[in-house]
T-cell receptor, first 115, second 110 residues
Framework: DAGITQSPRHKVTETGTPVTLRCHQTENHRYMYWYRQDPGHGLRLIHYSYGVKDTDKGEVSDGYSVSRSKTEDFLLTLESATSSQTSVYFC??????????????FGSGTRLTVV | RKEVEQDPGPFNVPEGATVAFNCTYSNSASQSFFWYRQDCRKEPKLLMSVYSSGNEDGRFTAQLNRASQYISLLIRDSKLSDSATYLCVVTASYGQNFVFGPGTRLSVLP
């Protein structure tokens, strides 16, 4: 399996607290992504990165920030957690070359509950 | 209209049945297409890429119709272990973000 790990796997936090989720890869892939998955909405892109210090917003970026200071790490921060951010968060990596997109590989997910 | 749409399901089929899933996409510039499988409370995993000429991997066959902006997945001789949600995935171009369909749930019954 591809080397991509997410931490923590589960977290319960209180409304208003900051939370950081970590995604670590050992594949040296250029692209990294954060998605959230909720019933009725499917997978929705939060932020993505196409290289160190190169990040951009996705479909549902409000209330989230990201950082990528090294190729292997992509951090997602909930600046002030709200109950609407209770979700399962997936990190994904991908690579492309010579005009060909290879599929995403996902991490195992982080189940976040905001109480 | 959503960028990627799928039959909502659920599809409940007996073991050994053949089942087909459909997916339509709205962006005519889409270049790469995939089917992912997601088990309950697990991460999505790549099932197969979809090529213009169609492709087969064992019991699974994927087809692409660019003119109709339509992708299909056919599963023959269904197994209990095929029970999962199947996600259609589309990306516009090189290095672009993938757009996921909402998924179709399949239950294969003994």
């Amino acid at each position: 399996d591809a080397g991509i790990t997410q931490s923590p796997r589960h977290k319960v936090t209180e409304t208003g607290t900051p939370v950081t989720l970590r995604c670590h890869q050992t594949e040296n892939h250029r692209y990294m992504y954060w998605y959230r998955q909720d019933p009725g909405h499917g997978l929705r892109l939060i932020h993505y990165s196409y290289g160190v210090k190169d990040t951009d917003k996705g479909e549902v970026s409000d209330g989230y920030s990201v950082s990528r200071s090294k190729t292997e790490d992509f951090l997602l921060t909930l600046e002030s957690a709200t109950s609407s951010q209770t979700s399962v968060y997936f990190c994904a990596i991908s690579e492309s070359s010579r005009g060909h997109n290879y599929g995403y590989t996902f991490g195992s997910g982080t189940r976040l509950t905001v109480v | 209209r959503k960028e990627v749409e799928q039959d909502p399901g659920p599809f409940n089929v007996p073991e050994g049945a053949t089942v087909a899933f459909n997916c339509t996409y709205s962006n005519s510039a889409s270049q790469s297409f995939f089917w992912y499988r997601q088990d309950c409370r697990k991460e999505p995993k790549l099932l197969m890429s979809v090529y213009s000429s169609g492709n087969e991997d064992g019991r699974f066959t994927a087809q692409l119709n660019r003119a109709s902006q339509y992708i299909s997945l056919l599963i023959r001789d269904s197994k209990l272990s095929d029970s999962a949600t199947y996600l259609c995935v589309v990306t516009a171009s090189y290095g672009q973000n993938f757009v996921f369909g909402p998924g179709t749930r399949l239950s294969v019954l003994p």
